[in-house]
């Protein structure tokens, strides 16, 4: 398969004052590698605060990176101007209550793209193209005059989503579209989601932070902990035999619909809070909350390696913990 974004030791450090001369970094994405095949979704997981927002952020150079190499289709962006590539690369954003102007109708809000990059050769044009994104994502021609405030959640993130698809990307981040949003909406938006890859060949980077969401809607899962990656590998893979004792533990919080299958579960529940991001752990980021630290967790940072073919997670101990 070919690769459309490869993200190479990536580091998102922001400053945050500690006195008069002095400046600390919280270390939101620390290091992280990966890559996504065309036309497949990379689910990105893991507790608020984490980074993983962070590093979908600056993956489309909204924050510009610390350090690292972001290469889109072969070509490094890094630092190149991102005006071409906001046409091939776009996001949803978390919030439908905070990402949509609440002066604008939702027939502006979906041609602000389209006037920016100059898409519509005429008004007429420019209208049939608000329609056709519209109906696109389950909205009609007369939402277009409304404004934000008179849809639900679910209809603002619809509009978010036609959004984002009326420059006809090849990329999206979805950052975090179903948190904010009733259990029974996220299921028509991640089914909508899935559709409309089918439908235009979509790459995705899905962030959230409910592995179950991301489960049925990825084909590779990458887990991440206080900016780093510790697992990596498919989706099946991840939840029939994870490594790290992190994803076990998110794993094991997941709900089992069936009552005795839930009883015989092993429920982990992790000690203590997510140390600061200011101030990380030495070596292994996870070893204050980890039932199998040694001191070589506290000496030591794991290497984040392959395990098994196309599985990476970076933990000293895998071998020993099975």
Do not use: W
């Not at 056709?132 to 009609?140: A, P, Q, W």
């Amino acid at each position: 398969m070919e690769k459309l974004l490869e993200v190479k030791n990536l580091k998102q450090h922001f400053p945050v004052a500690a006195g008069i001369f002095k400046k600390n970094y919280v270390k939101a994405v620390d290091d992280i590698s990966f890559y996504i095949n065309k036309g497949e979704t990379l689910g990105l997981v893991g507790e608020s605060g984490c980074g993983k927002s962070s590093a979908g952020r600056t993956i489309l150079r909204l924050y510009e990176p610390t350090a690292g190499r972001i290469i889109y289709n072969g070509e490094d962006i890094t630092e190149k101007k991102m005006l071409p590539y906001r046409k091939k690369m776009q996001i949803v954003f978390q919030d439908p209550y905070a990402s949509l102007n609440p002066r604008m109708t939702v027939a502006d809000i979906v041609a602000e793209p389209i006037d920016i990059h100059k898409l519509a050769e005429n008004k007429k044009d420019r209208q049939d193209r608000i329609i056709e994104m519209l109906s696109r994502v389950g909205l009609n021609s007369e939402h277009a005059n409304r404004y934000p405030h008179e849809f639900s959640g679910g209809q603002r993130q619809r509009i978010g989503i036609a959004r984002a698809l009326a420059v006809n990307p090849e990329f999206i981040v979805c950052d975090e579209p179903v948190s904010a949003l009733d259990v029974s909406i996220q299921a028509q938006i991640v089914n909508m989601f899935e559709e409309l890859q089918s439908d235009l060949g979509l790459t995705y980077l899905f962030i959230a932070h409910d592995l179950s969401v991301v489960k049925h809607i990825s084909n590779r899962i990458g887990v991440m902990y206080l900016g780093k990656l510790v697992e990596l590998s498919s989706s099946r893979e991840v939840a029939m035999n994870p490594l790290h004792p992190y994803t076990k533990s998110l794993l094991s919080a997941i709900p089992i619909p069936d009552p005795i299958e839930s009883k015989k579960r092993q429920r982990i529940v992790l000690q203590g809070d997510v140390p600061s991001p200011i101030n990380p752990p030495s070596g292994c980021r996870f070893r204050t909350r980890c039932q199998y630290a040694t001191s070589l967790c506290a000496e030591e940072e794991p290497e984040f390696r392959e395990f098994s073919t196309g599985h990476f997670a970076a933990c000293h101990r895998i071998e020993e913990i099975g």
